[in-house]
């Protein structure tokens, strides 16, 4: 157990449907991330969010869209996706110095059909 | 955040020391070096991190070069629980929003 919660850990998903994944931490952290993990390649940092705030978004399609309502939780909302979407989602959360660890969640194993 | 480079695999046997090496030749004053490890179907775990001193924890060693180019991992005695891909990563201190940024890491394979 991490302090970091991410549900579902598993989604199977239609090309047409909306659903969106979601994430929360009570350690105090200011800063949270979405990462895809893709079949045998690195983590891809998609998303990420410092005081509630996005700072950074890697040219990420626009049928993922993140929200941050408050400093404890994030969400990440799925439509339209492709096949090639299929990947763990997982996110993080941190203090914003980069001399603090991140702690993960166990992720969302999402499978689009 | 610098690149790094570490091998693609090792191998150790079950209860032996295992050294994780790791260069980062581009590092600069003020990065901190970050070790994760990710086991099968789990996110990733931090590990350890160092910015000039070695350091120590209940889970390894970190011993960082003088010039700080490379640093090495230490698990001072491998279990079958520790096989798992280990990440090195070279992260600025003031980073945080930056997110960590992974390579491939080093898949590392415990034989009993």
């Known amino acids: 157990e991490t302090g970091v919660t991410q549900t579902p850990r598993h989604l199977v998903m239609g090309m047409t449907n909306k659903k969106s994944l979601k994430c929360e931490q009570h350690l105090g952290h200011n800063a949270m991330y979405w990462y895809k993990q893709s079949a045998k390649k690195p983590l891809e940092l998609m998303f990420v969010y410092s005081l509630e705030e996005r700072v950074e978004n890697n040219s990420v399609p626009s049928r993922f869209s993140p929200e941050c309502p408050n400093s404890s939780h994030l969400f990440l909302h799925l439509h339209t996706l492709q096949p090639e979407d299929s990947a763990l989602y997982l996110c993080?959360?941190?203090?914003?110095?980069?001399?603090?660890?991140?702690?993960f969640g166990q992720g969302t194993r999402l499978t689009v059909v | 955040d610098a690149k790094t480079t570490q091998p693609n695999s090792m191998e150790s046997n079950e209860e032996e020391p295992v050294h994780l090496p790791c260069n980062h030749s581009t590092i600069s004053g003020t990065d901190y070096i970050h070790w994760y490890r990710q086991l099968p179907s789990q996110g990733p775990e931090y590990v350890i991190h160092g910015l000039t001193s070695n350091v120590n924890n209940r889970m390894a060693s970190l011993a960082i070069a003088e010039d700080r180019k490379s640093s090495t991992l230490i698990l001072h005695r491998a279990t079958l629980r520790d096989a798992a891909v280990y990440y090195c990563?070279?992260?600025?201190?003031?980073?945080?929003?930056?997110?960590?940024?992974f390579g491939k890491g080093t898949h590392l394979i415990i034989q009993p």
């Open positions: 993080a959360s941190s203090h914003l110095q980069g001399n603090t660890e991140a702690f």
């Open positions: 990563i070279v992260r600025n201190s003031g980073g945080g929003a930056d997110g960590l940024t």
